[in-house]
């Protein structure tokens, strides 16, 4: 994947974000929308701009549910904090992008549990975007730190192409 069209999908990802913060942050009781029909309308809006193409938008989609799948796992096992979970100094990341994760990611525990149910397969592939963070070959158990929104590169040590999400032990 070149830097273009890298950059391309990660301007992609954090625009797709910003829509579903903006769905759910505007929606009224009467019109509370849910998790997935938040991303639908994102997905939509970035195909009507033309911004992305069907498959980019799709996998824009895969890539935050990935992420927020994630993160809620996190949270429910450790009733801890997010920034634990991304692991990160608020200074390596832009505020904005952070802030609207987090909006997003702590909807409600109660949906983004919902959700985990329609996410049956948590690995990361090679290729496939993924948030800032720490994932472990799932072959060699090689750790390896994403810095921002990238595709995932093959293992360095062992060149095998799927992976977990990594939690360091104690967070």
């Known amino acids: ?29 009467d019109t509370h929308p849910t998790l997935q029909s938040a991303i639908d309308k994102a997905i ?9 193409t069907q ?3 799709e996998q824009v989609a895969s890539t935050i549910k990935h992420d927020l799948n994630d993160a809620a796992e996190h949270l429910m096992e450790t009733n801890s904090d997010f920034t634990e979970w991304l692991k990160m100094d608020l200074d390596a990341l832009e505020e904005k992008v952070l802030n609207l994760f987090l909006s997003v990611a702590d909807h409600t525990r109660m949906e983004l549990k919902q959700f985990i149910g329609n996410i049956s397969d948590s690995t990361h592939y090679t290729n496939e975007l993924a948030c800032r963070g ?5 072959h060699c158990n090689n750790v390896i730190h994403v810095e921002s929104v990238s595709p995932l590169t093959s293992c360095p040590a062992c060149k095998h192409t799927e992976f977990s999400r990594f939690h ?3 967070h």
């Open 134 to 138: 720490d994932y472990q070959c799932n």
């Open 1 to 29: 994947m070149n830097h273009r069209n890298t950059d391309h999908l990660t301007d992609g990802y954090n625009r797709m974000m910003e829509r579903i913060k903006s769905t759910i942050d505007n929606a009224t009781e």
């Open 44 to 52: 939509n809006k970035a195909r009507k701009d033309k911004e992305l």
């Open 168 to 170: 360091f032990p104690g």
């Open 55 to 57: 498959q980019e938008a």
